[in-house]
C-alpha cells in the first residue's frame, strides 16, 4: 500500500485530535459558566443560562463529537493499514489510555444532558478539578506515543503524578484567591 496513505491518515488523526482535545478542555468550562451564571441577578440569569447551553450544544454537537468521531476513524484506518502496531505494548497503553479519554468523553456527555435541562450535579470546584482529567489523558497519551519504551514508562507515571498534583494545587489555590475576594467558587 502507499506510504503516503498511512501519512494521509496520521496527518488526519493527529488534526482532529486536536480539535477533539480542544473541545474536551473549553467545554467543562462552558459548564462552569452556566453553573455561575446560576447565580447571576434576576436579569441576567436567564440570557446567560440561554447563551452558554447555546455555546456548549454549538462546542458540543459541531466540533467535539465530530473531531472526536473522526480522529477514531483515521486512527482505525492507520490500524487497518499497519496492523502490526497492535502487537506493539505501547499501542496496548495508548488504546488503554484513550479508552479512558472515551468515558471521560461519556461523563461530559451526561453532564451536557445535565445541564441543557438546567441540573447541576457538579459544583463548579468539582468541574474545574474534573476539566483537568482531559490534561492527564493528553500528557499521557502523547508521551505513550512518543516515548514507546516501556522502560520510560515509570518516569512518565512518575511525571504524571506530578503533574496531576500541580494542576490539584492550581485548581486549590485559584480557589481559595477567589474565595479572598468574595467571589464564589
Known amino acids: 500500500m502507499n506510504p503516503n496513505f498511512f501519512l494521509a491518515a496520521?496527518?488526519?488523526?493527529?488534526?482532529?485530535?486536536?480539535?477533539?482535545?480542544?473541545?474536551?478542555?473549553?467545554?467543562?468550562?462552558?459548564?462552569?459558566?452556566?453553573?455561575?451564571?446560576?447565580?447571576?441577578?434576576?436579569?441576567?440569569?436567564?440570557?446567560l443560562i440561554q447563551r452558554f447551553q447555546?455555546?456548549?450544544?454549538?462546542?458540543?454537537?459541531?466540533?467535539?463529537?465530530?473531531?472526536?468521531?473522526?480522529?477514531?476513524?483515521?486512527?482505525?484506518?492507520?490500524?487497518?493499514?499497519?496492523?502490526?502496531?497492535?502487537?506493539?505494548?505501547?499501542?496496548?497503553?495508548?488504546?488503554?489510555?484513550?479508552?479512558?479519554?472515551?468515558?471521560?468523553?461519556?461523563?461530559?456527555?451526561?453532564?451536557?444532558?445535565?445541564?441543557?435541562?438546567?441540573r447541576y450535579p457538579m459544583s463548579t470546584g468539582r468541574l474545574r478539578l474534573f476539566n483537568e482529567v482531559a490534561t492527564l489523558l493528553l500528557f499521557a497519551i502523547v508521551f505513550t506515543v512518543v516515548y514507546k519504551d516501556t522502560s520510560a514508562w515509570y518516569y512518565g507515571l512518575a511525571g504524571l503524578l506530578l503533574l496531576a498534583a500541580l494542576l490539584m494545587l492550581g485548581v486549590k489555590l485559584y480557589a481559595a484567591r477567589r474565595r479572598s475576594k468574595g467571589e464564589r467558587t
Do not use: C, D
Open 10 to 47: 496520521k496527518s488526519l488523526h493527529i488534526i482532529f485530535v486536536v480539535a477533539w482535545f480542544a473541545g474536551l478542555f473549553y467545554f467543562p468550562r462552558l459548564l462552569i459558566y452556566q453553573e455561575e451564571a446560576r447565580r447571576a441577578p434576576e436579569a441576567a440569569r436567564a440570557i
Open 54 to 118: 447555546l455555546m456548549s450544544r454549538r462546542l458540543w454537537y459541531i466540533i467535539t463529537w465530530p473531531a472526536g468521531v473522526l480522529s477514531t476513524l483515521f486512527a482505525l484506518w492507520m490500524l487497518h493499514i499497519n496492523p502490526n502496531y497492535l502487537q506493539q505494548p505501547w499501542m496496548h497503553l495508548k488504546l488503554l489510555l484513550v479508552l479512558l479519554l472515551f468515558a471521560y468523553h461519556g461523563i461530559l456527555h451526561w453532564l451536557f444532558l445535565q445541564q441543557q435541562k438546567e
